[in-house]
């Protein structure tokens, strides 16, 4: 018998979390069981989700199925991308050094900024009358 070997990551961009699982197959890509076009209908999105297979050479050599949950679509493309990254690396170690100089492993930082007591906002402010 033959056993299917599948790389699992997560890719975490503002509150967005995606759970990637590759595994050896034609390039099928399914994200909440739904096709990845249909899901991300944004061409800057896809662009963003496939830059680390067209880096590696392997686009069309996984079968991709991904959780995304949280945040907005671009939120969610980041999170697919960097866990996409992860599990690529995983799979093969000539893709990490491909990949980080790339930066495709380096996890974005920038969050949402809270909103502070007695603001409208983070920054805002209620506006301010002398009389």
Avoid: H
């Avoid at 050896?24 to 496939?50: A, C, M, S, W």
């Amino acid at each position: 018998m033959v056993e299917i070997v599948k790389y699992g990551a997560t890719g975490r961009r503002k509150s967005s979390v995606a759970r990637v699982n590759i595994m050896p197959g034609d390039g099928k890509i399914r994200v909440n069981k739904r096709e990845f076009k249909d899901y991300f209908p944004r061409e800057t999105d896809q662009i963003i989700i496939l830059e680390p297979l067209k880096l590696t050479n392997t686009l069309g050599k996984f079968d991709i199925s991904v959780k995304v949950t949280g945040g907005g679509l671009t939120g969610q493309a980041g999170a697919f991308r960097l866990g996409l990254s992860r599990a690529l690396s995983l799979c093969d170690a000539e893709n990490k050094p491909v990949l980080k100089k790339a930066l495709m492993l380096r996890r974005d930082p920038r969050m949402k900024e809270r909103q502070k007591p007695g603001q409208k906002g983070a920054r805002k402010k209620f506006q301010w009358v002398k009389r």
